[in-house]
């Protein structure tokens, strides 16, 4: 599977921004995604996971309520409206497929990566 995550950007705090992250090479409708971000000098960090069938979403307590990941089975397409964005959510931002229909926080929990994309958020 190969993953690309797009629609990153330089925003101001308070604006919202929408993350798409599209599989190639197979589709990814049985395995459970995530997205995940690192800032500069962080360790890379879980910011949300949704099952296969998108009925089950986890989020980080730090996005909680405004972030929302959402997927598109149809399209091998996963994404992350992210609202309110705060300085503190730049970061850059990766989407992860799970080795199982169901994944959680852990990063040993997903089998492949995309490149990332550059979300900055000023003050």
């Known amino acids: 599977v190969q993953l690309q995550a797009s629609g990153g950007g330089l925003v101001q705090a308070g604006d919202s921004l929408r993350l798409s992250c599209a599989a190639s090479?197979?589709?990814?409708?049985?395995?459970?995604m995530g997205w995940f971000r690192q800032a500069p000098g962080k360790e890379r960090e879980f910011v949300a996971a949704i099952s296969w069938n998108g009925r089950s979403t986890f989020y980080a307590d730090s996005v909680n309520g405004r972030f929302t990941i959402s997927r598109d089975n149809a399209k091998s397409t996963v994404y992350l409206q992210m609202n309110s964005l705060k300085p503190e959510d730049t970061a850059v931002y990766y989407c992860?497929?799970?080795?199982?229909?169901?994944?959680?926080?852990?990063?040993?929990?997903?089998?492949?990566w995309g490149l990332g994309t550059q979300v900055t958020v000023s003050s």
């Open positions: 090479a197979r589709t990814i409708s049985n395995n459970g």
């Open positions: 992860a497929a799970g080795r199982t229909s169901y994944v959680g926080s852990g990063r040993a929990a997903y089998q492949y």
